[in-house]
């Protein structure tokens, strides 16, 4: 178990560092009902995470690739999600912002100060299920767990790790506002501003770093 752990780490801290989510939580906590729809928000996340590698983990057991005969596959999962991020680096450095360029916002932050509660949940389990980094992320993840061979307790386990520390960057704004709370606001303003400048940035970074360390182990097993 310890094993699997150590291989879905890195993969876990590559979606809790993402800037775009962690934007969206802040800007609920500037809405109408900021701790209710910030709240619901990192729910809907965690259970999107959570139902996205569990389905991948149930199939992947499915297609054995927790057994020898099948290792070669789990590897080659791996080689397609490491190509897949390595891609997905090269395109988010070519969609930096120039110098002194605003990042524009994707569609699903537009009103998002005016969301209720339940539309809150419902984007951020969007955001958690269908975001392709989050499902490249999961598809190593699965590969990993299964192929530790590990009972069913150890991959429950293993997976509550994963969703724990996959959530905590979208939770660190709402544990701020109720820790802080009057300097809270002027403390996220500037972490807004600063993901939103360098998101490309930062996000073709973690691609790439991620998808060589995905693409190396994959290599290595087949």
Same mark, same amino acid.
């Given at each position: 178990m ?11 801290? =590559? ?8 934007? *969206? ?15 619901? /928000?990192? =729910? *809907?996340?965690?259970? +999107?995470?959570?139902?996205?590698? +569990?389905?991948? !983990? ?23 999600? +490491? ?26 932050? %537009? ?11 419902? !984007? ?7 975001n ?8 190593? =993840? ?9 009972? %069913?307790?150890?991959?429950?386990? &293993?997976?509550?790790? /994963?969703?724990?520390?996959? *959530?905590?960057?979208?939770?660190a704004?709402?544990?701020? &506002? ?5 300097? =809270? ?12 400048? %360098? ?11 991620? +998808? ?11």
């Open positions: 310890i094993e699997a752990i150590g291989a879905i780490l890195p993969l876990a801290i =590559a979606v809790t560092i993402s800037p775009l989510p962690i934007i *969206g939580e802040i800007l609920l906590l500037f809405s109408k009902q900021p701790v209710a729809n910030a709240g619901a /928000y990192l =729910a *809907g996340f965690v259970l +999107g995470i959570t139902v996205v590698l +569990g389905v991948l !983990v149930t199939a992947a057991d499915a297609a054995g690739l927790g057994t020898s005969e099948s290792s070669t596959s789990s590897s080659g999962v791996q080689v397609a999600a +490491g190509v897949l991020l390595l891609v997905g680096a090269f395109r988010k450095f070519r969609s930096r912002p120039g110098e002194g360029e605003e990042p524009p916002e994707p569609s699903w932050m %537009n009103g998002i100060t005016d969301f209720s509660p339940a539309k809150s949940f419902g !984007v951020g389990t969007l955001i958690g299920a269908a392709p980094k989050n499902v490249a992320m999961a598809f190593g =993840a699965a590969a990993a767990i299964s192929a530790a061979s590990l009972s %069913n307790a150890q991959t429950a386990g &293993t997976v509550v790790v /994963y969703v724990v520390l996959a *959530g905590l960057g979208v939770a704004p709402l544990i701020l &506002t109720v820790v802080r709370r009057e300097a =809270a606001q002027s403390i996220l303003n500037d972490w807004k501003t600063w993901l939103a400048q %360098n998101n490309a940035a930062v996000m073709s970074v973690l691609f790439l770093v991620f +998808g060589v360390v995905l693409l190396g182990r994959g290599l290595g097993g087949l």
